[in-house]
RNA sequence: GUGGGUGUGGCCUAGCGGUUAAGGCGCCAGGUUGUGGCCCUGGAGAGCGUGGGUUCAAAUCCCAUCACCCACCCCA
């Protein structure tokens, strides 16, 4: 066992699991192009403050899950925990709010929360997601949550639960959550432990809490559903309408909170079937007051993002996605010093034809080399020895084919290959 | 941060107090002259997570520690 090992949490993505990997980014990718996104690559850090002042500076993300460091200059950086702070951070420095409204961006990269490890949940994580910034209307949200519904779609994840819910605007939000801090209290001796604490801390996580679902102060909260402003209630009147009009099932969950201070009226997870623990596999919402924190105007925002290990996770579960590697087109196989010239020219060749070609192995024996070219499931070997070099020509071995080994000049090696299929 | 489980060559696993730690996969090389996939033979590769202890003797028992996994918490 060496002693250096990957960070804790953080994992080496092998050779192995690239076909499904690739897979999934590929699909995401596609999906966001079909909906006209772009893609936007922020840095990977941040100064702290970009999410100190968006996401809330004691959501559990910033307050204990967030790598922050001072760099030589003196600076107060950020390992970035999430994508979307970021994004409308570039979105305010960029001048984006003078494009054509709403601008449409799709990101893919890691993301890094000092969090104990786990099933699906990783120090340092994968997430694909979407922000549609400037466009405040129902049909934003209900943009998002199409191309992220179609992108499970798109996987095969088609067994996934929506669950969507309005957590209304801050004002709402705040006499919401007075209420439902004074509907509690008489019942806190009888709460588990973990929701005494949150009663404190953070009320709306109470409604999460598993121990306590059956409990009859929590059966009995009222639903914040009842205490949205009437434009919010409209709003999301017409988000769930046009989620209808889409054939999209869905559950209203007023339980539903997201981790992140900046979120406003619409928010929704996919989750799969009765799964606990870190099941989600992706969630979104509106942030209509996001830019605002970070030092804009005050602009709209919606968006998901999803994750990637543990979309993997569930496709694995479920045994979906591609098992076979790419396979390369040709291998080549060198005998002699003459050959061993040759094949390296043969091999450009081919590959300016656009052909997946790996090189020979050349101290190696022909039977080696051949071993070697079908364990990688190439369909040809190409074999080129002295003779061969001196002849101007190679001998072509179909591998995964059946057809007869061929001489063929130099020249029409591509061509050959072709024909063969 | 809390609780539980696990830790033997690259991977999977056997061994559970006593000779040079066993097998499968994979890897490398051979099975006559430049031809693979099956099969056969041989080889390399671990001293049993780490440290300490018990014992004449430990991978096998004890303690500690670390890592990984699972659950809580929280979330992707």
Not at 6 to 26: I, S, T
């Amino acid at each position: 066992m060496p002693d250096l090992r990957a960070p804790r949490g953080m994992h080496d993505l092998l050779p192995d699991d690239e076909p499904l990997w690739l897979h999934v980014r590929d699909t995401a990718e596609r999906v966001a192009r079909a909906f006209d996104y772009r893609l936007i690559q922020t840095p990977l850090v941040e100064d702290a403050g970009v999410f100190q002042r968006s996401a809330g500076g004691d959501s559990d993300i910033v307050a204990k899950e967030m790598y922050v460091f001072d760099d030589r200059g003196g600076d107060r950086l950020a390992l970035r925990p999430e994508g979307t702070a970021g994004v409308c951070r570039a979105y305010l420095e960029h001048g984006m709010a003078s494009r054509p409204q709403p601008v449409r961006l799709y990101y893919c990269g890691p993301f890094f929360r000092y969090d104990r490890p786990q099933a699906g949940r990783y120090r340092q994580l994968w997430q694909f997601g979407v922000e549609n910034i400037g466009d405040g209307s129902p049909a934003a949200d209900v943009e998002t949550i199409e191309l992220q519904h179609l992108l499970y779609q798109e996987l095969g994840l088609r067994d996934l639960a929506l669950r969507v819910n309005s957590i209304g605007t801050a004002e709402t939000r705040h006499r919401y959550v007075a209420t439902l801090t004074e509907h509690l209290r008489p019942h806190a001796a009888t709460l588990s432990p973990d929701s005494q604490r949150r009663l404190e801390s953070n009320v709306l996580r109470v409604l999460d809490s598993k121990e306590d679902a059956g409990h009859p102060a929590l059966v009995s909260a009222p639903s914040i559903l009842d205490f949205l402003a009437p434009a919010d209630v409209d709003h999301f009147t017409r988000v769930c309408a046009s989620l209808d009009a889409l054939g999209i099932s869905y559950a209203v969950d007023p339980r539903i909170v997201r981790g992140l201070d900046y979120y406003a009226r619409t928010v929704w997870e996919f989750e799969p079937p009765e799964a606990g623990g870190q099941s989600t596999v992706g969630g979104g919402g509106r942030y209509d007051g996001l830019i605002e924190m970070l030092g804009g105007p005050h602009t709209p925002g919606v968006g998901f993002a999803t994750g990637i290990e543990r979309i993997v996770l569930n496709l694995r579960e479920r045994g979906l996605g591609p098992a076979a590697p790419a396979a390369p087109d040709v291998a080549m196989i060198a005998l002699g010093e003459a050959g061993e010239a040759a094949a390296l020219s043969v091999a450009r060749a081919l590959r300016a034809a656009g052909l997946a070609v790996r090189g020979a192995t050349p101290g190696r024996s022909m039977r080696a080399q051949l071993r070697s070219a079908t364990s990688a499931g190439a369909r040809f070997a190409v074999i080129v020895g002295d003779a061969e070099a001196r002849d101007g020509v190679v001998q072509l071995k179909p591998l995964t084919v059946t057809a007869d080994q061929a001489t063929v000049a130099v020249g029409e090696v591509a061509e050959a290959i072709r024909s063969r299929g």
